[in-house]
């Protein structure tokens, strides 16, 4: 059984920056086709930023620019850094398998962004 262990989230000003790890455990792992999720409250999750199978970075527009994925196959880990943070940006944040998160979902890592 896979596990998504999510860390690194805290409180930031606006324009401040987090560094989000996402340790993978229980399976074999690539992070190819491995992506970052957030959610807010009273909505669904929506992807973030993600390694297309072919290991291509994708971001949705909002963090294009600001939000930077990475990771490391050998260690097992998935990172997020995002910098120039703005509100619109808080969120709880989850990893896991993209397109099609089929992974039990972590627990995620709360980000909060005061202005």
């Known amino acids: 059984q896979v596990q998504l262990v999510e860390s690194g989230g805290g409180l930031v000003q606006a324009g401040g920056s987090l560094s989000l790890s996402c340790e993978v455990s229980g399976g074999a792992f690539s992070i190819n086709g491995m992506g970052w999720y957030r959610q807010v409250p009273g909505a669904q999750r929506a992807l973030v930023a993600a390694?297309?199978?072919?290991?291509?970075?994708y971001y949705i527009d909002s963090v294009r620019g600001r939000f930077t994925i990475s990771g490391d196959s050998a260690k097992n880990t998935l990172n997020l850094l995002l910098t120039n943070l703005k509100p619109e940006d808080a969120a709880v944040y989850y990893c896991?398998?993209?397109?099609?998160?089929?992974?039990?979902w972590g627990r995620g890592t709360q980000v909060t962004v005061s202005v």
């Open positions: 390694f297309t199978d072919s290991g291509k970075e």
């Open positions: 896991n398998k993209f397109p099609h998160a089929h992974y039990p």
